[in-house]
C-alpha cells in the first residue's frame, strides 16, 4: 500500500520556478501544506498564493537564500510557526555557472558550492534536528546526472554535484535508523532553461516528470527506502 501524503507538512527549496515550482504543485495536489522559498520576496510570495489558488492546499514562501546558514534557520522557523511540524524536505535550490576551470572566478566557484552543497546542508541539519524529535520524515535532494558525468565547462558545477551525491548517500546511512527516509534524484535534461536560459527543448524531460518521481518515492511503503533515482529523456538530441 502507498503512503498518503494527505496532511503532511512540507518544505521546497528554490520553489518558485522550474523543477521546484513542479514539486510544489504536485506536493500541493496530493493534499500536502508547501513551503517555498527563493530568493526574491515578491515572486516567492506571487508563487505561494498560485500554488493555493490551484490546489486549494496552504501554500506559503518565504525569502531565503539557502547559501546562509542564518537564512535557513529564520526560514526554518518561519515554517515552525506557520505549520507546527515538518514532515517533508525537498532541497532543490540550485545555481549553474558553466565555464572553463580557467574562466572560472573564485566567486563563481564559492557561489556554486555554498548554494548546491553547503545549503543543502544547512537545510538538512535544521530538518533532521525536527524530523529526529517528531519520529520521522523524508528529505529529497534534486541533484544531477552531472554528479556522475563531468563535462567540459562544468567543473563547479559537477563538483558540487559529485558532493551532493555522496553527502545524500552519507545522511542516508547516518539516519535511516532515525526513522528519516533520504532520497537523491538525478535528472539529466529537464526543459527548464536552467542551463541555456531558454526553455523549448521538446526531446528534454519535462520538470512534472521529475515531481512525479518524488511523489512516487514519498508514497513509497514505510518499509522501503529509494536511495537514488537516475532520470534521462528516453530519446536525446543527437
Known amino acids: 500500500m502507498k503512503t498518503s501524503l494527505k496532511g503532511k507538512k512540507a518544505l521546497v527549496t528554490g520553489g518558485t520556478r522550474g523543477i521546484g515550482r513542479a514539486i510544489a504543485d504536485a506536493l500541493a495536489a496530493a ?6 522559498c527563493g530568493r526574491n520576496q515578491e515572486q516567492t510570495a506571487k508563487a505561494a498564493e498560485e500554488i493555493s489558488a490551484k490546489t486549494n492546499s496552504k501554500a506559503i514562501g518565504k525569502r531565503a537564500d539557502v547559501s546562509s546558514s542564518k537564512e535557513v534557520s529564520e526560514l526554518f522557523e518561519y515554517v515552525d510557526e506557520q505549520f507546527g511540524a515538518l514532515d517533508i524536505l525537498v532541497n532543490n535550490a540550485g545555481v549553474g555557472i558553466f565555464r572553463s576551470v580557467a574562466d572560472l572566478t573564485v566567486e563563481d566557484w564559492a557561489g556554486t558550492l555554498e548554494t548546491n552543497l553547503n545549503g543543502v546542508f544547512y537545510c538538512s541539519r535544521e530538518a533532521v534536528k525536527r524530523m529526529k524529535a517528531a519520529g520521522g520524515g523524508a528529505i ?62 521538446s526531446w528534454k524531460m519535462a520538470a512534472e516528470d521529475v515531481a512525479e518521481v518524488v511523489i512516487d518515492v514519498l508514497s513509497m511503503p514505510e518499509r522501503t527506502l529509494v536511495s537514488r533515482v537516475e532520470m534521462r529523456p528516453s530519446k536525446p538530441q543527437k
Open 31 to 36: 493534499g500536502v501544506a508547501v513551503a517555498i
Open 140 to 201: 529529497v535532494n534534486i541533484s544531477s546526472l552531472a554528479g556522475k558525468n563531468p563535462f567540459a565547462g562544468g567543473a563547479a558545477y559537477n563538483a558540487s554535484k559529485f558532493a551532493l551525491n555522496g553527502f545524500s548517500e552519507a545522511m542516508m546511512l547516518d539516519h535511516r535508523n532515525d526513522n528519516i527516509r533520504v532520497t537523491c534524484i538525478m535528472p539529466g535534461s529537464v526543459d527548464t532553461g536552467f542551463s541555456s536560459g531558454r526553455e523549448g527543448a
